[in-house]
């Protein structure tokens, strides 16, 4: 998983505050997804995204949840009115193509929401 | 929505034995991905898998795509210490416009 960048890695909020999570893609990569893991689970798909563009969010919380990939700089997912049941980690994959093929994982953001 | 059956849950082997792991679908896959993640850590691939039927190895691990493309398994041979983790499988559907579904995962402990 070198190269995708993701930060902060440990995360603290407030319920009622905004997190903010960010993730650099590996150099050339065009496409950013977005997953959720609670603990002793998998990787849950929230959103796909190319630059400027939401491909597929079918797997994103209706409110609360945003999801952006700006030409300039590095993909975010926004939580806003954060509740405890938020906390997880989050993970931002990329790859080079889209649809079936190799996707590399950035170490994950920890979200904890006191 | 869909899902992959991933067993077992959980393994605790002797150093230098070797491990099997599979995922099971009822849908059909065009990719199977195996990754090894580490306690605070991302997943990490270790192997994909893209043609029914493919045999890959990597290292002292090997995994195949099922000939119906709805199933895959993980052999890893002589297990050693550093081989402890959580392994996920994960696909992608046919017709997906790239978004994986994951295993649940199965935690391996190698005994020394």
């Known amino acids: 998983n070198a190269g995708v960048m993701q930060n902060p890695r440990h995360l603290v909020r407030r319920r009622g505050q905004e997190a903010r999570l960010r993730c650099s893609p590996m150099?050339?990569?065009?496409?950013v997804y977005w997953y959720r893991q609670l603990p002793e689970e998998g990787l849950k798909f929230m959103v796909y995204?190319?630059?400027?563009?939401?491909?597929?969010e079918s797997g994103m919380p209706k409110e609360r949840f945003s999801a952006e990939f700006p030409k300039e700089g590095p993909s975010i997912l926004r939580i806003q009115q954060v509740v405890r049941g938020d906390s997880a980690a989050y993970f931002c994959?990329?790859?080079?193509?889209?649809?079936?093929?190799?996707?590399?994982f950035g170490q994950g953001t920890r979200l904890t929401v006191v | 929505g869909q899902q992959l059956n991933q067993s077992p849950q959980s393994m605790f082997i002797q150093e230098g034995e070797d491990v099997s792991m599979n995922c099971t679908s009822s849908?059909?896959?065009?990719?199977w991905l195996w990754y090894k993640q580490d306690p605070g850590e991302g997943p990490v691939l270790l192997i994909a898998?893209?043609?029914?039927?493919e045999l890959t190895s990597n290292g002292r691990l090997t995994a195949q795509f099922g000939i119906t493309r709805k199933d895959s398994f993980l052999n890893i041979s002589a297990s050693i210490p550093s081989d402890v983790g959580i392994y996920f499988c994960?696909?992608?559907?046919?017709?997906?416009?790239?978004?994986?579904?994951f295993g649940k995962g199965t935690k391996l402990s190698v005994k020394p």
């Open positions: 994959a990329s790859s080079p193509v889209a649809a079936n093929t190799e996707a590399f």
């Open positions: 150099k050339g990569h065009s496409h």
């Open positions: 995204l190319q630059k400027e563009n939401i491909i597929d």
């Open positions: 849908s059909i896959f065009n990719t």
């Open positions: 898998l893209y043609k029914a039927g």
């Open positions: 994960a696909g992608h559907l046919r017709g997906s416009q790239g978004n994986l579904i």
